[in-house]
């Protein structure tokens, strides 16, 4: 099993920044890729940003060149930079793990983000 615990949501002003936090821990040697998901209200769940353990990497064309993902592998933790929000961006964020291209078997709590205009 892996477990995934967020962090770093809250509320910011538009054009405002933020830092998602994921740490990892458990089987991790189980999992090659992990992701951003976000759900906001009335709106299904969506891809936001991937990256594997080779460094590859997958965004959603919402934030492409605005939310860069990465990982720190000696801290077992996974970022989302999220820069340049606005409102649309407003939504409950998941961290996920599992296999490059498959459903993800892993899944953290969430963390709300909330972007006010």
């Not at 936001?48 to 933790?77: C, E």
Request: glycine fraction near 14%.
């Amino acid at each position: 099993q892996v477990q995934l615990v967020e962090s770093g949501g809250g509320l910011v002003q538009a054009g405002g920044s933020l830092r998602l936090s994921c740490a990892a821990s458990g089987s991790i040697f189980s999992i090659d890729a992990m992701g951003w998901y976000r759900q906001a209200p009335g709106k299904e769940r969506e891809l936001v940003a991937a990256i594997s353990r080779g460094g590859r990497t997958s965004y959603a064309d919402s934030v492409k060149g605005r939310f860069p993902i990465s990982g720190d592998n000696a801290k077992n933790t996974l970022y989302l930079q999220m820069t340049s929000l606005n409102p649309e961006d407003t939504a409950m964020y998941y961290c996920a793990g599992g296999v490059w291209g498959y459903e993800y078997d892993y899944w953290g709590q969430g963390t709300q983000v909330t972007v006010s205009s």
